[in-house]
């Protein structure tokens, strides 16, 4: 029982934590996007240096979207070996990611001039960007509570794991066979209990006797 229930936390965060790498996933290819944008756009002015940092706008969407990946792939593998190690520092991921949106969710509501609290984004994707969550803010708050759920979700399917601990028998994979090899095992060892006795050394005793008194009357 314990470890079907172990079996379906482990598919269960597994499922949870691939809704985190969709998002990031999501957030890494509208930065790609941005940025192919944002070279035909500078591409045709000559003063343009290739060397001209990214926007923040866009290394803010590319960095976060990496980093969920990475907490995905960190949540796939905590879930798969139910390593302590794995699962703290998985939590520990969500728990950052909890502190950087409650820290930009605080600011915004909080904070009256918090455009000014970020640089200013020479593309004007960060303007459009706030234009469209101000415009759908009803299907954008729905979407940004249920990311939160499913961070939240995930880090209590990981508690839950860390408790349960890893399997009994999970390093070898004959050990399901145990229990029921056990008996067989057992009464396979109760005849050598009774050849230790002294039936054991008669036959053996009577056969050395014979042999002696062949070879005395030849």
């Given at each position: 029982?314990g470890r ?5 936390l ?16 999501a ?6 996007w941005?940025?192919r ?16 940092p ?10 976060i ?21 794995c699962?703290?520092l998985?939590?520990?991921?969500i728990f950052?990611l ?9 600011d915004?509501f ?5 455009e ?7 593309t ?50 004959d ?11 057992k ?24 042999r002696?008194?062949d070879k005395?009357?030849?």
């Amino acid at each position: 029982m314990g470890r079907m229930v172990r079996s379906c936390l482990q598919s269960l965060l597994k499922i949870v934590n691939s809704f985190i790498g969709m998002v990031g996933l999501a957030m890494v290819l509208y930065a790609v996007w941005l940025m192919r944008i944002w070279e035909k756009q500078t591409s045709d002015f000559p003063s343009w240096d290739s060397d001209y940092p990214l926007p923040w706008f866009m290394s803010a969407f590319l960095g976060i979207g990496f980093s969920l990946c990475v907490i995905m792939l960190t949540g796939h593998i905590a879930a798969a070996t139910i390593n302590s190690c794995c699962l703290y520092l998985y939590m520990f991921f969500i728990f950052l990611l909890f502190l950087l949106e409650a820290g930009v969710v605080a600011d915004v509501f909080l904070n009256r001039d918090w455009e000014k609290d970020f640089p200013e984004d020479p593309t004007g994707n960060f303007n459009q960007f706030k234009d469209f969550i101000e415009s759908n803010f009803e299907i954008c708050k729905w979407i940004g509570l249920s990311i939160v759920s499913i961070q939240g979700f995930s880090m209590l399917l990981a508690m839950i794991l860390k408790a349960l601990g890893p399997h009994e028998y999970y390093d070898s994979d004959d050990d399901d066979y145990d229990p029921a090899r056990a008996p067989l095992l057992k009464h396979a060892d109760h005849p050598h209990a009774y050849v230790v006795g002294d039936p054991v050394y008669g036959p053996k005793s009577d056969a050395w006797t014979i042999r002696v008194n062949d070879k005395a009357n030849r």
